[in-house]
């Protein structure tokens, strides 16, 4: 089965510096490639996401990158802030199958 | 459209016991699943199900049951509650076309005395 890992498990930065967190997946079959925020205490939401007949895609400040030939996909937070402070989640799926999630990487911006 | 909604959001069991979570969605979502999240973990998938009367196991499915009777509903049963079962459990579901993401529901936090 799909198999994800996701570095680094927590990432500090500084308000307005960017945050880069990396994913990589096992299953070439693997075609869909979300991102979930969780706050502290909440449900996780989705906020990007990325099929693989797509190289990039951006949305406000975040951004997702996706390397097939490599099997690794990246979220780039840029001008982080305060309210980015959460953890991420990575997955990754085939278009109908199951979700196979990462650990999680835990993003503390300074001010 | 309340989305994706689980009851209870908090619940104490002894060693032992049994319960149902319940989790129910109003968007005529076919895929439907249970998580849970554990500190470190992420979130790992207990069992899921296709489509009502459809269901399979995840890659954590021991000491839980599934059934999907009808679209709208997926409860989960802890069969014999152990300790090890304290987490927050997570129920989300998605559709076919469109957005292929999950939507979650707000979770229950399960702890095994």
């Known amino acids: 089965g799909e198999n994800v890992e996701q570095h680094p498990s927590t990432l500090s930065v500084q308000e307005g510096d960017s945050a880069v967190i990396k994913c990589t997946y096992s299953d070439s079959a693997s075609n869909y490639f979300p991102w979930y925020k969780q706050e502290l205490g909440k449900r996780p939401q989705l906020i990007i996401d990325?099929?693989?007949?797509?190289g990039e895609k951006k949305d406000q400040r975040i951004a997702v990158t996706l390397n097939k030939t490599a099997k690794h996909f990246s979220l780039h937070i840029t001008e982080t802030q305060p309210e980015d402070s959460a953890v991420y989640f990575c997955a990754a799926s085939t278009s109908w199958g199951k979700f196979q999630f990462g650990a999680g990487t835990q993003v503390v911006v300074t001010p | 459209n309340a989305g994706v909604t689980q009851t209870p959001k908090f619940q104490v069991l002894k060693t032992g016991q049994s319960m149902t979570l319940q989790c129910a969605q109003d968007?005529?979502?076919?895929?439907m699943s249970w998580y849970r999240q554990d500190p470190g973990m992420g979130l790992r998938l207990i069992h899921y199900?296709?489509?009502?009367?459809?269901?399979d196991q995840g890659e954590v499915p021991n000491g839980y049951n599934v059934s999907r009777s009808t679209t709208e509903d997926f409860p989960l049963r802890l069969l014999s509650a152990a300790p090890s079962q304290t987490s927050v459990y997570f129920c989300a579901s998605r559709g076919r076309s469109g957005v292929y993401g999950y939507t979650f529901g707000s979770g229950t936090r399960l702890t095994v005395v």
């Open positions: 199900s296709v489509g009502a009367g459809i269901t």
């Open positions: 990325i099929r693989s007949n797509v």
């Open positions: 968007m005529n979502h076919e895929y």
